[in-house]
T-cell receptor
């Protein structure tokens, strides 16, 4: 089974802090994704990566950056956390280039910015 | 642009009832893929099914069935004889070009004993 592991289930940070969310997958997948999930809005794509050191903006990249130095690890960075970034963050991975393979998700990180 | 609409925000039924979750999509692509995911209270989204645009056969897996109709751009999901363990948020999704998915808003399904 594919395993996508997010480093924290719950995280509390303060406004202005630099926040790192880590995600690791164990199936050698090319693609990795970061979403945020908010009530009534579903999942919205922040960034994704289709290869090491490659990244592309999703639908809501503002205020975020990402890093993919190794194939199995994809980090989401909140450069200066703000209260409107309080949300559930979900990491996912998939293989292939055609968008036809299902994505496999981690358990999510519930981030609160105070 | 691709779009997925799940008009039912919340559904609540009594155990053993049948329930259908609606999904309507918009796309200009002739080849596309649709997905359903389940998110139980634990938080992890679990893949349920994938359907490509060339295959309009309905699919049945145990108590779950899916009805794909290109004519109405719908990909509805039915749970027969619902159980409390089916309580979750269900998401419909459509591939948006290579690699990416666009998700609907989700439907929160509560099965009451």
């Amino acid at each position: 089974d594919v395993k996508v592991t997010q480093s924290s289930r719950y995280l509390v940070k303060r406004t202005g802090e630099k926040v790192f969310l880590e995600c690791v997958q164990d199936m050698d997948h090319e693609n990795m994704f970061w979403y945020r999930q908010d009530p009534g809005l579903g999942l919205r794509l922040i960034y994704f990566s289709y290869d090491v050191k490659m990244k592309e903006k999703g639908d809501i990249p503002e205020g975020y950056s990402v890093s993919r130095e190794k194939k199995e690890r994809f980090s989401l960075i909140l450069e200066s956390a703000s209260t409107n970034q309080t949300s559930m963050y979900l990491c996912a991975s998939s293989f292939g280039r055609l968008g036809i393979q299902p994505q496999h998700f981690g358990d999510g990180t519930r981030l609160s910015i105070l | 642009a691709q779009k997925v609409t799940q008009a039912q925000t919340e559904i609540s039924v009594v155990e053993k009832e049948d329930v259908t979750l609606d999904c309507v999509y918009e796309t200009r692509d002739t080849t596309y893929y649709l997905f359903w995911y389940k998110q139980p209270p634990s938080g992890e989204l679990v893949f349920l099914i994938r359907r490509n645009s060339f295959d309009e056969q309905n699919e049945i897996s145990g108590r779950y069935s899916w009805n794909f109709q290109k004519s109405t751009s719908s990909f509805n999901f039915t749970i027969t004889a619902s159980q409390v363990v089916d309580s979750a948020v269900y998401f419909c999704a459509l591939n948006q070009g290579a690699q990416k998915l666009v998700f609907g808003q989700g439907t929160r399904l509560t099965i009451n004993p």
